[in-house]
């Protein structure tokens, strides 16, 4: 028969791990309203191009830079038809930035097919910030311009937005709680006499991001991006739906980053596939590789280019 071993005398008592009190006067600045997608984004809708493209950045001193942009590809025109028609054209675009870290932040861009885009930012003060853009050109109907002014609180945003056609917006976005932001925004268009109202909801924590986002234009968006690896790997989804088209598309892709290059791809709910390669080949210098395939309208477009002086 077998004697029990006595317990020590003095046995050591789990430590019960409190969880930690939220405090609601200390939460987080979110996102801007309109940056609420913005993981999906980099990781959904790469720059894609079709034929050659070289860019040459040259900073002429620690405020001031220049870039040239030369683009050479099929351009696509609509028909009566659903089909488009390509016609090849070249582009050349010369862009000046000015950027002092202190104020102001500017940034123009001149085209060869005669557009004149830029912009302004400006800190008006540590939390208020204006930004302006204009895009200029002959063609009637086509200029404008739109005024922002941003205010960065310790636990929201919000903005008005000003736009020539008597363009109106407005846009406010809370923390709940220290991983929830909800918000809304409403917009009003003069020259078309129509307004909107939207509203949203992101969720974000160390390696996951949704976002849900619906108008009273029955418009509905929905995204979600899990961090596989908190450097390298990305995988993204999202949902757009139009009840005015009566359209809804899906999409799937990833964001894969190594040490000398970034792939980024998608395929979509009708059937096309997305890739986009860059990879750095020196210091300075970066190769790019950009391919669309759609094999339901039989349509392929492929592009690659340089970028050299980042």
């Not at 909107?196 to 968006?221: E, H």
């Not at 995988?235 to 990833?254: C, V």
């Not at 300075?284 to 759609?294: M, N, Q, R, Y």
């Amino acid at each position: 028969m077998t004697t029990p071993v006595d317990a020590p005398a003095h046995s050591p008592v789990p430590e019960v791990i409190k969880p930690k009190k939220t405090d609601y006067m200390k939460l987080p600045c979110p996102v801007p309203y309109e940056e609420i997608h913005r993981e999906a984004i980099m990781s959904l809708k790469a720059e894609h191009f079709e034929g050659m493209r070289f860019d040459f950045i040259k900073g002429l001193n620690q405020r001031f830079s220049v870039s040239h942009s030369i683009l050479m590809g099929p351009t696509e025109i609509p028909f009566q038809s659903a089909e488009t028609i390509k016609v090849p054209t070249a582009h050349y675009d010369f862009g000046a930035n000015f950027i002092d870290p202190r104020v102001i932040d500017t940034f123009w861009k001149v085209m060869t097919n005669g557009r004149v885009n830029g912009g302004v930012r400006c800190d008006l003060s540590e939390n208020l910030t204006m930004r302006a853009n204009a895009q200029l050109t002959s063609e009637p109907g086509m200029s404008h311009g739109l005024f922002n002014f941003d205010y960065k609180g310790s636990d929201y945003r919000s903005q008005l937005k000003f736009g020539n056609g008597a363009l109106l917006g407005a846009s406010y976005f809370q923390s709940m709680t220290p991983h929830l932001s909800l918000g809304g925004e409403v917009s009003y268009d003069g020259e078309h006499r129509k307004s909107g109202v939207g509203y949203a909801a992101r969720y974000n924590m160390d390696k996951m991001v949704a976002v849900g986002q619906v108008a009273n234009t029955g418009n509905v968006a929905l995204s979600y991006v899990q961090k596989v690896s908190k450097r390298y790997l990305s995988l993204a989804s999202d949902l757009i739906y139009s009840h005015t088209l009566k359209d809804i598309t899906a999409s799937f892709g990833y964001d894969y980053r190594l040490h000398q290059c970034r792939l980024r791809g998608k395929i979509d709910s009708n059937g096309c596939i997305y890739a986009f390669l860059e990879e750095k080949l020196n210091v300075g210098l970066k190769f790019i590789l950009s391919a669309e395939l759609d094999h339901k309208k039989k349509d392929y477009k492929f592009g690659f280019g340089l970028t050299a002086g980042e």
